[in-house]
């Protein structure tokens, strides 16, 4: 006689599921770690160049360290730039941004990248820049709206305090107040 199994019993199911899955799952452990970390090491100098050029593509006018800022987090292999857009007081921050996140395998090696503009994101099944440059003006092309902040990510603005004039009004009170 054969064990009637109930179809609806989801216990069963996802235990089964665990189990199968259990030999492809990647051990993460120090060795894993470091491997990754030594990868994103190894790019971060070329992902920040990237970004950098992008900066000047895109935001030519955003010279000034105030009006802009690259932020990484090489424990997570992420680096994004944002561009100060506006501020409305001191809780509300508008910023255009691009982000770039490494994709490290087991073995430490840099398989994709995810890259994004804060609202959407393409990935890039490569571990070539150039593709990577061009998902970045592909979401350029979709012109990206100003993503809102509570607080600001970066010191901005006229003398970059919080709730005072920035962008294109922070240029003109500089030239009006000298």
Known sequence: ???HRDPWDIEDEAAEDEDALAPMAPTVGPAWRSARR?????????VERLLRAWREVVWPRAREEREWALRADLEVGSWRIYRHVGSQGSRAHEYLEFG?????????????FVVDD??????VESDD????????????????????????????????????ES????????IVRP
Do not use: N, W
């Open 1 to 3: 006689m054969t064990a």
């Open 38 to 46: 030594t990868a994103i090491h190894a790019i971060a100098p070329s």
């Open 100 to 112: 770039i996140t490494a994709t490290v395998d087991e073995r430490g090696e840099v398989r994709g």
């Open 118 to 123: 804060g609202q959407a994101f393409l990935l």
């Open 129 to 164: 820049l150039a593709h990577v440059r061009d998902a970045l003006a592909e979401l350029h092309r979709q012109r990206p709206q100003p993503k809102r902040y509570e607080s600001a990510l970066f010191a901005h603005g006229a003398g970059s305090g919080e709730g005072r």
């Open 167 to 174: 962008g294109v009004l922070a240029r003109l009170v500089r």
